[in-house]
């Protein structure tokens, strides 16, 4: 297919133009929906002319349809978006800059969503789809123990899983960390427990506090019910999570006053798996915790880090490398622009 377009842009490169720019369109209204003709054009940088006279003939085409409230896709309109989308992406050369970022930071796989997922929620939920792919496609036969983080991002990704079980194939979720403080949301353990209900799994629970002091962290080790759970978290074959900020991360755990003046001293800009990193990605700091710590992951086959937005560009670079070859990453064109900056592609 990617041959026949090439020759299709060979012969009609204006017809590809209209093409792209009637996409762009119903990828605006797709983020913004329901959206009015002037925040649209705005957004698009279309002078309110040409862009009603794009509008009306994709309504002619019974793509979108126009409401007191603003513009939204058609139920046709939202099916052709997505498959043009497939196409788009090849033609746009989006594989070639996830190739060149997977090459960038030496892992196995680099999966880009259009936008930037710091002003578009409806990003993340593409993240979600392509982890839900991922997923589908690599987890193997048998009996699966999948680690999965906390966080916000991990919480809006869970919405989109679907049934992985399959009749050679079982899949158990556990959280990959202690999370008790947080908001119950984006707990590892609500995390893991979405997912398992969404794609049809089984789950398991970790009723700890993230944050132990070394004494605490012995005597719940004679728990019997946690460390069972501790045992299944260390034979995962697959860990799910995400990046975050470094500053963002130490204030959402409320740590203390001392703690994030030292990592800003420290010019940290990362945090995953309790470890926090500045720019060269170097380890400046790691807090105590029960659950997986990054050593633990080195041979788990099956690693997958979501996170995207601009602002999180630093973050993703910093602890990727230090991210094992294994890893896939999926994250959107904001933040992959943003890192590739500098880079000859």
Known sequence: ??????????????????????????????????????????????????????????????????????????????????????????????????????????????????????????????????????????????????????????????????????SKRENLFVPARGGIGEAVNVQANSVSAEMAIKSNGQYRTLYVPEQLSSQTYKQLLQEPSIVEVLDLINQANCVIHSIGRALHMAARRKMSEEEILMLKQKNAVAESFGYFYDEDGKVVYKTPRVGLQLKDIEEIPYIIAVAGGKSKAKAIAAYMKNAPKQTWLITDEAAANEILKGVTL
């Open 1 to 166: 297919m990617f041959d026949e377009l090439e020759v299709f842009e060979a012969i009609a490169p204006d017809i590809l133009e209209v093409v792209q720019e009637r996409y762009r369109i119903l990828q605006r209204i797709y983020w913004m929906q329901p959206v009015g003709r002037r925040t649209l054009s705005e957004s698009l940088n279309l002078t309110e002319r040409v862009l009603r006279t794009e509008t009306d003939l994709l309504k002619k085409l019974d793509l979108i349809l126009s409401t007191k409230s603003g513009m939204r896709l058609t139920e046709k309109g939202d099916v052709v978006y997505k498959q043009l989308g497939k196409m788009m992406d090849r033609l746009f050369g989006v594989h070639q800059i996830e190739k060149k970022l997977a090459d960038t930071f030496g892992i196995a796989r680099c999966l880009i969503a259009d936008g930037n997922s710091d002003q578009q929620v409806k990003v993340i939920s593409r993240f979600g789809q392509l982890l839900n792919e991922t997923l589908t496609k690599n987890l193997p036969d048998g009996k699966n123990i999948i680690a999965v983080m906390g966080g916000t991002t991990m919480s809006r990704v869970a919405k989109e899983l679907t049934n992985l079980k399959t």
